[in-house]
């Protein structure tokens, strides 16, 4: 059964950093697209960072603060973030693919089709 288990979420201060972590289990990580979203209370799901095989995208505003990242050897997906702003704060969820394809569109929802359960993020001003 494929799972896929964030960790690292937390409260900061505007300005402070944290590192998420995204372990897998009963899936391979190093050839699949994969991505972090985030859902702030009352507002869609969005796609903040997303890789593959040979891109990275970002999304606008987390640009030159987020990096996403993978360990191969832990079979782990990471998101670093840092200048943490009271925006950033929601629940940041990583996501894989099913197929080895390469996804069309980066943030779309419905091209990842394995989801975590969640880690939430808060950042006070």
């Known amino acids: 059964q494929v799972q896929l288990v964030e960790s690292g979420g937390g409260s900061v201060q505007a300005g402070g950093s944290l590192t998420l972590s995204c372990a897998a289990s009963?899936?391979?990580?190093?050839?699949?697209?994969m991505a972090w979203f985030r859902q702030a209370p009352g507002k869609e799901r969005e796609g903040v960072a997303a890789?593959?095989?040979?891109?990275?995208t970002y999304l606008n505003s987390v640009k030159d603060r987020f990096t996403i990242s993978k360990d191969n050897a832990k079979n782990t997906l990471y998101l670093q973030m840092n200048s943490l702003k009271p925006e950033d704060t929601a629940m940041y969820y990583c996501?894989?693919?099913?197929?080895?394809?390469?996804?069309?569109?980066?943030?779309?929802?419905?091209?990842?089709?394995?989801w975590g359960q969640g880690t939430q993020v808060t950042v006070s001003s």
């Open positions: 009963a899936i391979a990580i190093s050839r699949r697209s």
């Open positions: 890789i593959d095989s040979n891109s990275i």
């Open positions: 996501a894989a693919r099913l197929s080895l394809d390469k996804v069309r569109r980066s943030f779309a929802i419905d091209e990842y089709h394995y």
